[in-house]
């Protein structure tokens, strides 16, 4: 099936076959019933849960964006992102084999996933006269529904479970350690899985003498190295729009992409690049750069939106790279001093590579998946989730000291027995990566 247009509010409706249930309302656009203008004064400062975001993420073919909002449609008291996969396997959101690998059972990947396909992260949205709590007792009857409406299970190839009547599974997908309170206490009884680390770098007071000041003394030498050695070398960053430029960043990026083993077509990327400076309806800012023969080796993509600079993307030509840590300097050093000029209080560096991140000063937040199906095969399991939680973090923070010392409070007083056990047992040598993680081939 192809990509649905957005556009056309009857032929999303049609998806489910002609003849057949229509999709319910929620998928009518990428925000659902509610209008884009009204979607972002909910949205306020999340850049990924934004119209123009979701917009974006209506274009990919693995499923269908639309949204939950509870309230009259021109001043909703809460709404939500959603997104009806079809199915996912592997990668971020593929939370079947996320949990198969950990020992636990999965709810089906056709399924209500809550949360945007794209960017990582999830919010409830709350109205103007609602707390986060209100709203999350007044979303969760309504994505059940959504999930248990014919037209949907009809969109999506048939029914999940193989059961005809019965529902989708519901599953809120990298939700924030506030929204999973929030939907705890709205009644939701199934254990959360911590899935991810979400890295924050924090831009402080002073620009980049600033930054240097808020990290340990021997982080401090490490990143000014990095720095020299990337000054001296002879390259060259422009700062561009992401328009003048769209050519040779998405040259770049399916070079990356080809090193990860994807296939991804330079020119279709430029131009899913240009509709995205269209569709998001905020520029996209990069920095590129060039050896001293003005070729482009290196560039990463940056959006500011609220108080947060977002890096959306990254590309290298690995073959003309001098191996000068171009990597920290375009996606963290470089970005971190124009969000300073620009005044914004972080840097939103995304999953993955967590040491590398940590290293850089990033503050590590907690990503969760919860269930909010009422058969959800997690339930009961409460002692199995821990245990996996545990030993994920543990994965994760026994890379190095630096990752342990940069998750967030939350994190740290949930696990502390875990943290405690790994400081006893002595970290692992931290090995810095030196090429870019996988999640920056993405756009």
């Not at 057949?20 to 909910?42: H, I, Q, Y």
């Not at 009961?380 to 939680?389: D, F, K, L, P, T």
């Not at 875990?418 to 090995?431: I, K, R, W």
């Amino acid at each position: 099936m192809g990509a649905v247009s957005h556009d056309c509010a009857g032929a999303r409706r049609d998806e489910g076959g002609a003849g057949g249930p229509e999709l319910p309302p929620e998928f009518a656009a990428p925000t659902g019933a509610v209008a884009p203008e009204v979607w972002d004064r909910l949205a306020g400062p999340h850049f990924y849960s934004s119209a123009g975001s979701l917009a974006m993420a209506a274009r990919d073919r693995q499923g269908i964006t639309g949204a939950v909002h509870a309230g009259p449609a021109d001043a909703p008291d809460a709404a939500v992102a959603v997104t009806a996969l079809r199915d996912e396997r592997g990668g971020a959101n593929g939370w079947a084999d996320i949990l198969t690998a950990r020992g636990l059972p999965a709810p089906a990947q056709r399924a209500l996933m809550v949360g945007p396909r794209r960017g990582y992260q999830s919010h409830l949205l709350p109205g103007a006269a609602a707390t986060r709590e209100q709203a999350a007792a007044l979303l969760l009857p309504r994505l059940r529904a959504t999930a248990a409406d014919p037209g949907l299970r009809a969109a999506l190839g048939g029914d999940a479970t193989g059961t005809a009547g019965t529902a989708l599974p519901c599953v809120a997908m990298h939700t924030s350690a506030a929204d999973l309170a929030a939907l705890r206490s709205a009644g939701v009884d199934t254990p959360p899985v911590l899935v991810h680390l979400d890295a924050w770098l924090p831009v402080r007071p002073g620009g980049w003498e600033g930054y240097l000041a808020g990290q340990p003394s021997r982080r401090r030498s490490l990143i000014r190295k990095e720095r020299r050695r990337f000054a001296e070398s002879g390259l060259r960053v422009e700062r561009l729009p992401l328009t003048a430029c769209a050519d040779e960043a998405a040259l770049l990026l399916a070079q990356t992409g080809r090193r990860y083993g994807g296939t991804v077509d330079p020119v279709a990327l430029a131009a899913e690049f240009r509709l995205q400076e269209t569709l998001l309806g905020v520029p996209g800012e990069v920095l590129l750069c060039r050896d001293q023969d003005g070729r482009a080796i290196g560039f990463s993509l940056l959006y500011h939106w609220g108080d947060t600079f977002y890096l959306r993307a990254a590309g290298f030509d690995y073959d003309r790279l001098p191996g000068v840590t171009e990597y920290f300097n375009l996606v963290y050093y470089l970005p971190l001093e124009i969000a300073a000029e620009r005044g914004a209080r972080w840097l939103h560096a995304g999953i993955k590579a967590s040491q590398a991140k940590a290293m850089r000063g990033a503050e590590l937040r907690g990503l969760w998946l919860l269930d909010l199906s009422p058969d959800s095969p997690l339930h009961g399991r409460e002692q199995q989730v821990h245990r996996a939680n545990q030993a994920f973090l543990a994965a994760q923070a026994g890379e190095s000291e630096a990752v342990a010392r940069a998750l967030s409070a939350d994190l740290r007083a949930e696990f502390a027995d875990t943290l405690t056990d790994l400081t006893a047992q002595g970290p692992t040598p931290p090995t810095p990566p030196t090429t870019p993680d996988r999640k920056h081939a993405d756009v």
